[in-house]
Structure formats: structure tokens, C-alpha cells
């Protein structure tokens, strides 16, 4: 019947101030869950199990650390090994553990250095033995004061001989001859004035292997001018 009020309604809406028309409508827009297949969710949980890997693995690495000895500081042929020359450090070391000292237990009261540890270095097991197998015996000699320049404590050196030549009444050397190979200097006096040296000439004291201590003795004795040449990597002083 006309004029009949209802209750029916088209389905649209309005969006000016609530009113309804047929000329407006509005599509509603549904939110979404995330789909597994969704590319930034899967990256996600990749970071995350990455990072969680990573995290347990250096965990996991922390604990394989041993405890080991490395040099405190340059360590040459004679030296002792106590808290003043060693100090213990943790490490991750492979197959090769077994081949540097063992920091779990104090070195032998009888330990000593049998060849060159530079400072920072891990100690090898083969660099110590007891005094006796010590072959190197500490022999002070004048060398070429020039030779000198640069070299510390614990430079490894090549001993060249020069012999004087026995027909000049002069300060006269023949062709140089090396003398000895690689030895280590044990010191180098600061107060070169005690050795009675000249100005030409400086005061070192090298470590010899007991076989050849006499044949540098018999060139010093007989004169002859020895020169000390750095041997390639050699530990040398500031400004040199």
C-alpha cells in the first residue's frame, strides 16, 4: 500500500554527515593475516634462526679455548721461563695444540729458551729444554761500531770477518768471509767506555754455539775487523 512506511534498506551508505543514497557507496577494504608464503615474514624467521645460529656457535667456540703460554717479550736462546718472561693466554687452536706449552700447569722449575720467541708469540714446546741442552754460550767481542746502528736486544745476525792484512803497517783489512751465521745478541752495552773500545769500533756480547766460540775468539785475537749484518726480519730498534 502507498505510504505505508518499511523497514527494508538498499544496502548503500553514505558517507556525508550519515546520510544514505542510491548516487554513494563505499567498498570496504578486509585486512589481511600474513600468509606463510609471504616473502618478508620467511627472510624474517631466517635472520632470527641465522642469528641464533651464530650466537651458539660462538658460544660454543668460547669453550674450546685451552690455555696457553705466549712470550711477555722477546724471548732469546738461555732465557728462563717464569712470570716474568711468560704469561698465559686462551685460544682456539686445531691439531695443533699440542705443539705449543701448556699453560695449565707451571713450566719446570729447569726451563729455558732454545731458540728465538718474539713477544706475543705462542711458546712452542720444542723452543724449551732444561739448561743443559742450551748450546749457546754468551761471547763479548768489538765489532764495526756502523754495524751496531739499529740492533737491540734479541737481533738475529750474521758475523762477517774481515782479516787484517799482516803486510800493511797500516789499519788494513782484507776481503770479508762470513764468520757465523744467524747468532743472536744477547746485549749491547750502553756505556761503551768501560770495554775500552774505540770510537770506530762498539762492544757486543753474541750468542755463539759452543762449537764456534773458539774460532770468534781466534779472529778477535788476531785483529780482525768483524761486522754484523742483520739477518732478513730480524727484531731491530726504532728509527732504524
Known sequence: MEGKPTNQHNGRVSTHGGQTGPGVSVRATRLQRPSWRDSRLIVGIVLVLLATALGAKAVASADDRVPRYAAA???????????????????LLDDSVAAYLSAQTPPPADSFVLREVRAGELVPVSAVGSRSDVSLQPVTVR??????????????????????????????????????????????????????????????????????????IAAQDARSR?????VPGSLHGRGS
Open 73 to 91: 717479550t722477546t724471548l732469546k736462546p738461555g732465557d728462563r721461563l717464569d712470570a716474568g718472561t711468560i704469561v698465559r693466554v686462551d685460544v
Open 226 to 230: 768483524l761486522t754484523l749484518v742483520p
Open 143 to 216: 765489532v764495526d761500531g756502523d754495524s751496531v746502528a739499529g740492533l737491540i736486544s734479541g737481533s738475529v745476525v750474521d758475523v762477517w770477518v774481515s782479516p787484517r792484512d799482516p803486510e800493511s803497517a797500516q789499519e788494513r783489512y782484507l776481503g770479508a768471509a762470513l764468520g757465523l751465521h744467524a747468532v743472536a745478541v744477547a746485549w749491547i752495552p750502553t756505556d761503551q767506555g768501560s770495554f775500552g773500545v774505540s770510537t770506530s769500533s762498539s762492544a757486543v756480547t753474541l750468542l755463539v754455539p759452543a762449537a764456534d766460540v773458539q774460532k770468534l
